[in-house]
């Protein structure tokens, strides 16, 4: 799959098949995601591999679509205000990459936000410092939803002199 139809053909999935994903191809997305762009190849992520009874306390409403994987990603600390942003940047890219990956190896994954969570947090014990950029159910698809639509492009580019 190329990537412009990686990129179109990526949903957030909403129900997943029990079947396992090994850790193989698991880390092979991983390792894939780490391509990402990052300032000075500091690589600034970290992912946690949730079990299923760190998941049972997130009490998310529909289980995290019933993936069999429920990865967390984490931003690492920077050592001033500037590298901290730019460490969430390059550790969303990370995300990306990952869901793009799984999906272009006939995976899916379904981003939840709920991970930025005080109680999230603490259930997780995401460390003083580091950021949650995500929760990533990841699995492989029951079906695909239809694609939302999307502004014209147009409306969001701004040009400057």
């Not at 997943?16 to 994903?21: A, M």
């Not at 390792?31 to 690589?43: I, K, L, M």
Request: glycine content about 6%; charged content about 25%; overall charge neutral.
């Amino acid at each position: 799959m190329d990537a412009f139809k990686a990129i179109v053909t990526r949903r957030n999935i909403k129900e997943f098949k029990k079947d396992p994903i090994d850790r193989a191809r698991l880390m092979s997305w991983l390792q894939t995601a780490a391509y990402a762009p990052n300032h000075r190849n500091t690589e600034p992520w970290e992912v946690l591999t949730v079990g299923p009874q760190t998941r049972e306390k997130l009490h998310h409403k529909t289980n995290f679509a019933g993936a069999p994987i429920l990865l967390a990603i984490l931003s690492i600390p920077g050592k001033t205000e500037l590298e901290h942003r730019e460490n969430i940047i390059a550790a969303s890219c990370f995300a990306q990459n990952f869901c793009l990956a799984a999906h272009a190896d006939g995976g899916g994954t379904r981003w939840s936000s709920l991970g930025a969570s005080e109680s999230a947090r603490e259930v997780l014990g995401v460390p003083q410092g580091y950021e949650v950029i995500g929760l990533l159910a990841v699995g492989y698809p029951e079906q695909i939803p239809e694609p939302k639509s999307r502004q014209d492009i147009e409306s969001k580019v701004k040009e400057l002199d």
